[in-house]
């Protein structure tokens, strides 16, 4: 035999296999479980905030009723070189924008909070067939100046950050971050 | 009227009608939400992670059946001065030592990795009418070395940080993280 059997052959057409039908969330999810295996960050999903209403304690803590609440914060967060990290991912299917009601005003509010205290904080945007990083800084800066409901998609794509689909990791936000935030990670590795 | 409405007078009654009945929880979600009002810190609780079976989308998305699944990572996580935080309480009603069984090893787990990335990872111990911060490096240290399956009170109060209660705070922990991790927020506030 030629090729040792880990030497994946059919390079191509696995990475559509296995791109097919996975969504940005499930991509970004391989990507977290990738750098926590190969320990290069921890970040993980948050869990859904779910309200609970009443317990069934004779079917070992049985939930009968419990309805979902509207997260205040962003969905993944953890550590990236001594960085805290938080970022929301969001699929965007209009072609021309990127509309705003997809963030609630509590999320803006905590994003300008993390900011503020020295955080990474940004979106992963899914739009046109790809994927970009789009920073909290930026998402300001357009809130701040501009009165349009929506993002136009030269703008996402000017500002933001494209990140790479990897077969092996799914999105590659990582080395989003690194391009994106270079004077804050500097620093980091300096201490 | 001697003093503004806005003092209180009966300040020692009111301590201990606030902090009655107020578990571990209830009084670092309280200091959670000061520092966030006030702007010194981002830490929020983690929402219990739920595994939902059953939806009812008929009636609003009613969750109909479902079931609590165990954390793999620490309760509480956020932002201080740059830094990554994150922590878990517990509370012991053993007098004499902490039980090790209180901590799952996927949460040693996720806690060596957190130290391993530059954060700040610790526990806050309800122990003998006090509170502590037990450093996770502590407590690594602790289990590494030690082939006891609990952690005797003496080594709580000697190597922990013994945190304030503050009638406006709840648990003051900001104040005993500055003190545990003197180095690594003066590294931080140079940047």
Chains 1, 2 share one sequence.
Do not use: W
Not at 68 to 95: M, Q, R, W
Not at 104 to 128: E, R, V, Y
Not at 162 to 187: F, M, P, Q, R, T
């Amino acid at each position: 035999m030629k090729y040792p059997s880990n030497i994946k052959k059919n390079y191509k057409s696995q990475i559509n296999y296995k791109n097919r039908g996975m969504d940005l969330e499930e991509l970004i999810n391989e990507a977290c479980k990738y750098y926590l295996e190969n320990d290069l960050a921890v970040i993980y999903k948050k869990p859904t905030p779910i309200g609970v209403v009443s317990v069934d304690y004779s079917k070992n803590a049985l939930i009968t009723k419990a309805f979902f609440k509207e997260p205040s914060t962003l969905d993944y967060n953890g550590i990236y070189k001594g960085k805290y990290v938080e970022f929301d991912a969001k699929e965007c299917h209009n072609k021309t924008s990127f509309p705003l009601n997809n963030i609630h005003d509590h999320q803006i509010k905590h994003l300008t909070k993390i900011i503020a205290h020295g955080g990474i904080c940004f979106l992963i945007i899914s739009m046109n067939s790809n994927y970009y990083l789009f920073k909290g800084e930026d998402l300001l800066d357009f809130l701040n100046n501009e009165e349009r409901k929506s993002i136009p998609f030269d703008i996402i794509e000017t500002k933001g950050y494209k990140l790479d689909y990897n077969y092996n990791i799914g999105i590659d936000y990582l080395k989003g971050i690194v391009d994106a935030y270079k004077e804050l990670i500097l620093n980091e590795e300096k201490n």
